[in-house]
């Protein structure tokens, strides 16, 4: 039986965009709590990618945006998903771009 291409694909999507986020968004913010660490100078340093984010993922929300299909009976994972993706900026819509195509050249 067949791999379904689409499904590996947007799987794989959803498999970044949830890396990335854990990398990007919870690690540092969990780092910046180490007792070895200056919290106030690590939140200073942190503050404009978390704004970033809020503003990218609030705009993404507005719109609408869904570009995770598999995601269509419980939409707002798809959403959610779109809104982070969009919010981790550009650096990230090219990692995504980049394993996409890395996963649609490989073949099963």
Known sequence: MPIDKQSLLLAIAAA????????????????AF????????ELIKLWPF???????????WTTSINF???FRSPA???RILSCISIGLG???LH???KAIETGANQRP
């Open 16 to 31: 970044v965009t949830i890396s990335q986020l854990i990398d990007k968004l919870i690690k540092p913010l969990l780092a």
């Open 90 to 92: 550009p650096s990230f």
């Open 68 to 70: 995770l299909p598999i």
């Open 76 to 78: 707002i994972m798809g």
């Open 34 to 41: 180490d007792p070895e660490r200056d919290l106030i100078q």
């Open 95 to 97: 990692d995504l771009k």
């Open 50 to 60: 978390y704004l970033a984010t809020a503003i990218g993922s609030t705009l993404a």
